[in-house]
């Protein structure tokens, strides 16, 4: 099972895209989305230091229009990319790349939404002085409440022996006199307290726009940072990146779902190494492939094959899917036992978990056509539970 992730602020550094663009033809698609964004990626990614990408309505275009470039690289004919994709994740700002990636909106939707989420985050972050503190090692439980007594948010967890702590600056410094026992602090260069309560201006302005982007049910299954579930509706996947900007990114849970859909292979798209970073620390026996230099496309195609496992869901333009969420025990719903026609939004059952228990609706509604699950049956994470045909097409 081959997942691919693309990494969020704090991965870029100067220069970074100079050897990508020595071929005309990425250099000219980067152009393209440059226009899109309005901002010369190009020069960010080549000439600019790391003080100026740092600036958050630089690096998030930037990122994204770099990931988004070298996916086509990587998988010149997408169709071939569907094929052995078992699912994509992006941390933070990547999620616009993975969703990108995944055909729930288009490249240059991406690069509109990333070009407005930077600029009001940068705006957000302007109002009082934030930031964000990484927390590496020490008790997990004794991190979250020392963060907490400071009256700061977890606002990454990124798995075992690392969470970022952010908030103002003030309430930074005292943390950081007082941090918890056995753990190291290192501030990040990043320019304001994102995925909190500080960022909410920006989620207000990405949700109006967000009403206006034409969205697609993703050809392959996408992780969300939310709570690492599975999520295979367009209009669910905008909605949990929109909100997102406001909310802890668990990726530490998307970790967990990468262990349940049985993973074998994680590829890092440019500028690659964070993530593969956490995965060779979470996962272990996970093979990695971190993605930095356009020589090792070759390579990195044969990690793809070596891993590559076609996602269970399947794409048609007559029907629809339904799928699990989430891994645990399936719970048929009496209203939906023996029907013929589900209106959207009906929920079919639920999965238990020792987690929680988690509704599953049938987004889109339809006829059914085939059940492919019982009542009581283990699922795991993009299982395909239910087929539906559209009202109306048989």
């Not at 798995?159 to 702590?165: E, K, L, R, S, Y």
């Not at 056995?182 to 201006?201: D, E, I, N, Q, W």
């Not at 090792?296 to 996602?311: M, N, V």
């Not at 025990?329 to 999965?351: S, W």
């Amino acid at each position: 099972m081959l997942v691919i992730v693309a990494p969020g602020q704090g991965a870029q550094t100067s220069g970074f895209l100079t050897p990508w663009l020595e071929d005309p033809l990425f250099a000219g698609r980067l152009e393209w989305l440059s226009t899109v964004a309005g901002l010369d990626l190009a020069h960010y990614g080549t000439e600019a230091d790391d003080e100026t990408i740092r600036d958050t309505a630089i690096a998030q275009p930037l990122l994204v229009g770099a990931g988004l470039v070298a996916a086509l690289e990587l998988f010149p004919h997408p169709a071939d990319a569907f094929a052995m994709i078992g699912a994509v994740a992006g941390h933070s700002v990547g999620e616009l790349t993975a969703a990108a990636g995944a055909r729930a909106i288009s490249g240059e939707q991406a690069m509109v939404l990333v070009r407005e989420r930077g600029r009001a985050m940068a705006q957000a972050a302007a109002v009082t002085p934030t930031g964000m503190t990484a927390v590496l090692g020490g008790d997990r439980d004794e991190v979250l409440a020392k963060i907490a007594e400071h009256g700061l948010t977890a606002a990454n967890d990124n798995g075992p022996g690392q969470v970022v702590a952010a908030g103002t600056l003030e309430q930074l410094a005292a943390f950081a006199d007082d941090a918890p026992a056995k753990a190291r602090v290192m501030p990040l260069k990043v320019a304001g307290a994102f995925h909190t309560s500080h960022m909410a201006p920006a989620v207000d302005r990405l949700s109006r726009l967000a009403r206006s982007v034409s969205v697609h049910d993703p050809r392959t299954p996408v992780v969300s940072n939310r709570d690492g579930r599975i999520v295979h509706e367009g209009s669910q996947v905008l909605e949990r990146i929109v909100g997102q900007i406001a909310r802890p990114v668990r990726w530490d849970l998307c970790l967990e779902t990468f262990t349940d859909l049985g993973v074998t292979g994680i590829l890092e798209m440019p500028p690659a190494g964070t993530l593969t970073g956490i995965a060779k620390r979470a996962l272990k026996g996970v093979e990695t492939f971190a993605l930095k230099t356009p020589d090792q496309l070759d390579a990195a195609r044969a990690f793809c094959e070596k891993h590559g496992e076609r996602s269970q869901i399947e794409t048609s333009p007559t029907w629809r899917m339904v799928v699990a969420p989430t891994k645990g025990t399936f719970h048929l719903a009496e209203e939906a036992r023996d029907r013929d026609l589900l209106p959207a939004g009906a929920v079919i059952g639920a999965i238990a978990s020792l987690r929680d228990r988690v509704d599953v609706p049938a987004a889109h509604g339809g006829q059914v056509v085939e059940w492919l699950v019982e009542d009581g049956d283990l699922v795991s994470p993009g299982q395909p539970l239910l087929r539906l045909h559209p009202e109306g097409v048989l």
